[in-house]
């Protein structure tokens, strides 16, 4: 099995992670920059990180077999603090670089005026750089705060396709499936979604647009979420090829668009009769 | 400006036509404005590709063809080596290494003299073992003094970077190196860890050095015997 997480924060990761999602059969990821628990205070720590996401981390990453890219943006929490504006102007020399496959993770976390504002401007230079956006959907008030992004995004004249709106549940699957954006989904311990929860999900809106992810980072969380998803995929019925969609094809058609995915690094990953057996047996490690 | 641009290194790179326009065009627009350097940089590997290049053994195309972006610069001295760091700091992995390649060509080209150190500095501090080997290159090894030098090559050591790979030390090997090599044997073996092989030829150059290495070894330490790549005449 080959897995793709579309959205994890290695950054916050140990190396033991790393070995355990390659054993998982995890090969390709995307992390997309957000905040880091600390807020920041000034532009110059922006341009560390991405420089971290663009350089060191890929590197940590390939020593696990793991090709790693990236998204860059100012996250809509940080757009809050004017200190941290002249982080969008840093934002055109990062969005040129080769491993950035999207812009991102932008959208609303309060829903003030500075984050409209950031949200605009960032849409604005996903057009620019021919890159998709990853938008992230905020935590409190979803649903209104979805259906707002999703008129944003509308009136950016981004076409949908082009879009991926995550962190999304049952209340706000519906109108992102009905807008023609992709639809992403965070997998985690115990909050935003399960992967029973999801596997229901599958079940009643199909395969196609869908992404699965981990969104791993310092919080809570557990970086071989994906994988849980595709085993509880394959015990509810679902087959091997609508797994191998959801978790590995969805994510490289998405992020393709960039033009700058490269997968030619990529290891081949295990074979489902030798999933079918670990499945079966207790994980050694 | 493209036309006037040398179309030589377009050939001997093996460039596609159209991957040969687009450098002799950027190589023109840099040459009249150095800013357009930010945005044409990173784009080289996507447009002209990250293949090896036949002519050029260890060398990518994206790589050389940065090298080529570099020559470009209507820059010298101290003026190029800032350039250098900005375009260094704002760069991916990829973009870096073709920073660091491309110091020798500038410094016989552009005379940059010593403003090309502070991107070997940088590179040194990283634990990037592509970085430390690439900042090892010819240029490192000529301007790096003394003391840095050792330590890079102490580094390389440590982070697995073949001392094959990197210059300078047949001439830049001393004493003071050999010793810093020669306690860190020591520690591995008292450790019960290997030793790299290629640390040898630099100590050997100082054979009172050896003395306490070889007493390690006498000793028949198990770990010592079990785990050393020590070269046989020590034993």
Known sequence: MRIFDPHIHMTSRTTDDYERMYAAGVRAIVEPAFWLGQPRTSPGTFADYFDGLLGWEPYRAAQFGIVHHCTIALNPKESNDPRLRPVLDLLPRYLAKDRVVAVGEVGYDDVTPAEDEALARQLELAAEHGLPVLVHTPHRDKAAGTRRTLDVVRESGLPPERVLIDHLNEMTVGMVAESGCWMGFSVYPDTKMDEDRMVAILKDYGSDRMLVNSAADWGRSDPLKTRAVADAMLSSGFSDAEVETVLWDNPVAFYAQSGRLDLSDVKPGDTYAGNSIQRGAPRDR | ?235
Not at chain 2, 73 to 99: I, K, S
């Open chain 2, 1 to 235: 400006m493209s036309t006037t641009h040398d179309p030589g290194p377009a050939l001997s790179l093996g460039l596609g036509e159209e991957a040969a326009r687009w450098l002799a065009d950027a190589a023109g627009r840099i040459g009249a404005d150095p800013r357009a350097l930010a945005s044409l940089f990173p784009a080289a590997g996507r447009v002209c590709g990250r293949g090896p290049v036949a002519a050029m053994p260890g060398w990518t195309v994206d790589q050389a063809v940065r090298v080529e972006l570099l020559r470009a610069l209507p820059l010298t001295g101290a003026d190029l080596g800032e350039t250098l760091f900005d375009l260094y700091t704002h760069g991916d992995a990829a973009e870096r290494l073709a920073v660091l390649k491309g110091l020798p060509a500038l410094e016989e080209d552009r005379g940059l003299g010593d403003a090309g150190l502070p991107v070997v500095r940088d590179a040194l501090r990283t634990n990037d073992a592509r970085l430390v080997r690439a900042a090892l290159g010819p240029y490192g090894a000529r301007h790096l003094p003394d003391h840095s030098y050792r330590q890079a090559i102490l580094k390389c050591v440590f982070i697995g970077v073949p001392l094959a790979e990197v210059s300078g030390l047949d001439t830049r090997a001393d004493e003071e190196l050999a010793r810093m090599m020669a306690d860190f044997a020591q520690e591995r073996l008292l450790a019960g860890r290997e030793v790299p092989a290629d640390i040898w030829p630099v100590v050997e150059r100082y054979p009172s050095l050896l003395t306490k290495v070889r007493a390690l070894l006498a000793e028949g330490d198990p770990h010592a015997a079990a785990g050393s790549d020590a070269p046989r005449d020590l034993a």
